[in-house]
C-alpha cells in the first residue's frame, strides 16, 4: 500500500448512488478475495471503493416458471441454496457449491466472480456460459445487456464505466453437469473446469474454464457431438471426441502448466457425460 494515500470505502444503497461514486473514480468492490491480493502480485489496492451488498435488489434470486434472475451480490451459498431444487441448473448449483472453501462461498458474489479481470479460474463462468446466460449492465446511459461470451470477452473495456447488476438466464437447460479438477497442493483453484449441459431442443453445451485466460465455450466439441448424438450417452465416446477436437491454447501458471490443463480436458468431458447420465437429462436425447 502507497504511503500517505487516503482511502475511502462507499456502501452504496441504490444504483443511483453506485454510478455516481463510479463517476468520481471508485472501483466497484467486486472479487474482493482477489483485490486484497493485488499488491503482491505488483499491483495497488484502489484509492476509492463502491460496495454494492445493500442494494436490496442485488441479493435475490427470482426464480420464474420460463427464467431465472440472479442479482450480483448474490454469495455463491445463496445460489447453491436457491436453485438447488431447480431442473437443468445442477452444473451451475455444483459450480456455486464447490467453488473455493466454505468461508469464501459465503461472502464471494456472482457479481464478482464474474468481473475480476484477471482471474481465469472463475467457477461460475463455464457453468453460465453453459446456461447461455444473459448480463445485465447499469452505465451511465442506463442499462445494458450483453451475452454472457461477449461479456466475458469485452470485460476489460465494458467495466471500465458499467456495474454487473443481475444476470438472467432461460429454463431451456433439462440437465447440466459441472466438472472440475483442482489441485489441493496449490489451493482451491482449479486446473481446468467443464460444464455440459443438455436443452430441450437435444442440444449438448460444453465450455471450459481455467484452460485459457477467460472461459469459452467448446463449440468444435459441442458440433462434434451434434454430428455424433450417440456420444454423448457413451462417456468413452465423448473423451475421444473431445481429444480429437481439443482445440485450446493451455495457459500456463503456478499450479500447472498448459499443456497439463489441456490434457485433463477428456477425463473431464467423460466424467461430466458420466454425471449427466445419472441425472437422466440425457433421456432426451
Keep these: 500500500m502507497a504511503p500517505g494515500v487516503e482511502r475511502s470505502f462507499t456502501a452504496a444503497s441504490t444504483i443511483e448512488e453506485a454510478l455516481a461514486a463510479r463517476r468520481q473514480g471508485a472501483a466497484v468492490l467486486a472479487g474482493g478475495t482477489w483485490m486484497m491480493r493485488d499488491p503482491r502480485r505488483g499491483g495497488e489496492l484502489p484509492e476509492a471503493v463502491v460496495a454494492l451488498h445493500r442494494i436490496p435488489a442485488l441479493s435475490k434470486v427470482e426464480i420464474e416458471p420460463d427464467h431465472v434472475v440472479i442479482g450480483a451480490a448474490v454469495t455463491h451459498a445463496v445460489l447453491g441454496r436457491a436453485l438447488h431444487a431447480a431442473v437443468g441448473f ?4 455444483g459450480a456455486a457449491e464447490n467453488a473455493a472453501n466454505p ?21 461460475l463462468a463455464p457453468a453460465l456460459l453453459v446456461c447461455e446466460a444473459t448480463v445485465e449492465l447499469e452505465t451511465f446511459e442506463g442499462a445494458k445487456l450483453l451475452g454472457i461470451s461477449d461479456f466475458l470477452k469485452d470485460r476489460h473495456t465494458l467495466l471500465a464505466e458499467a456495474i454487473v447488476t443481475r444476470i438472467h438466464l432461460g429454463r431451456d437447460l433439462v440437465a447440466s453437469a459441472h466438472i472440475r479438477l483442482p489441485l489441493r497442493k496449490a489451493g482451491d483453484y482449479p486446473v481446468a473446469i467443464v460444464s455440459i449441459g443438455v436443452d430441450k431442443d437435444k442440444r449438448c453445451r460444453i465450455a471450459v474454464g481455467s484452460v485459457e485466460p477467460v472461459a469459452r465455450r467448446w463449440t468444435a466439441l459441442e458440433q462434434a457431438m451434434r454430428a455424433s448424438p450417440a456420444s454423448a450417452l457413451d462417456p468413452e465416446r465423448a473423451a475421444e471426441l473431445a481429444l480429437e477436437h481439443n482445440d485450446f491454447q493451455g495457459r500456463d501458471g503456478k499450479e500447472a502448466e498448459g499443456w497439463y490443463r489441456r490434457q485433463v480436458l477428456p477425463s473431464l468431458v467423460k466424467r461430466g457425460i458420466a454425471a449427466l447420465l445419472k441425472t437422466g437429462g440425457l433421456a432426451w436425447l
Excluded at 468461508?103 to 467457477?123: E, K, P, Q
Design 103 to 123: 468461508g469464501i462461498r459465503r461472502v464471494a458474489t456472482v457479481g464478482g466472480n464474474l468481473c475480476v479481470l484477471d482471474f481465469a479460474a472463475a467457477d
Design 90 to 93: 445442477e452444473g451451475l448449483v
